[in-house]
């Protein structure tokens, strides 16, 4: 029953949209209709407005993370709320289940779960933006290792979490694999950046 619970908890947290709410607040219509039609804060910048893609980025975060504490706090399974808020972002019942790509409420359920591995895979995007300057490559790599980085803290349980995550990021972004396959992904910095990674 507490993990039925955990998963209705993250799932419908993890489903707000946040970029299209503050964008359709802001009154800049329908952040589905611009860029790539994506409601992560990379799209919502495409508004001009850094400040919403901000404020995009730390709730879609704050969302992932308040899955995790308010289960933790009940004593439901944590991982199961994280996981369960990540594919509500992803795949929201209130869009159709058309969602955001994830990263930045995956960094959020990490960092709740275990803050060493939110560390270590925020190094791990740092360096690879700075080394690659893709950010949707940074984010892969980013995910992939987070499995791994858990298993190896003791936390399975955790892990297997992650790898979840980790599967539906790469299911996300199999448009930007193939760019990046095909030498077309744009690069950190480039105004017409389509990856999209939040």
């Not at 039925?4 to 800049?28: C, D, E, K, N």
């Not at 219509?29 to 730390?58: H, Q, W």
């Not at 509500?88 to 209130?94: E, R």
């Amino acid at each position: 029953m507490t993990i039925a619970l955990a998963a209705i908890l993250g799932y419908l947290l993890g489903s707000i949209p946040f970029g299209l709410v503050i964008t359709r607040l802001a009154g800049l219509g329908d952040i589905r209709a611009i860029g790539s039609g994506n409601i992560g804060a990379t799209n919502v910048l495409r508004t001009g407005r850094k400040d919403l893609a901000l404020a995009t980025l730390l709730l879609d975060g704050g969302k992932g993370a308040g899955a995790v504490v308010v289960a933790l706090l009940l004593g439901w399974r944590p991982e199961v709320a994280a996981a369960a808020a990540f594919l509500g972002h992803c795949y929201p019942v209130w869009l159709r289940f058309k969602g955001g790509k994830g990263v930045a409420t995956f960094m959020g359920t990490l960092f709740a779960l275990h803050v060493v591995a939110g560390l270590f895979a925020g190094a791990v995007w740092l360096a690879a933006a700075f080394a690659t300057r893709y950010s949707s490559l940074s984010a892969l790599l980013a995910a992939a290792a987070t499995p791994f980085v858990l298993f190896t803290l003791g936390k399975p349980a955790f892990a297997i979490a992650a790898l979840f995550m980790t599967a539906l990021i790469v299911i996300r972004h199999k448009d930007n694999i193939a760019r990046l396959l095909n030498g077309a992904e744009p690069k950190i910095g480039r105004k017409e950046d389509a990856n999209a990674s939040a």
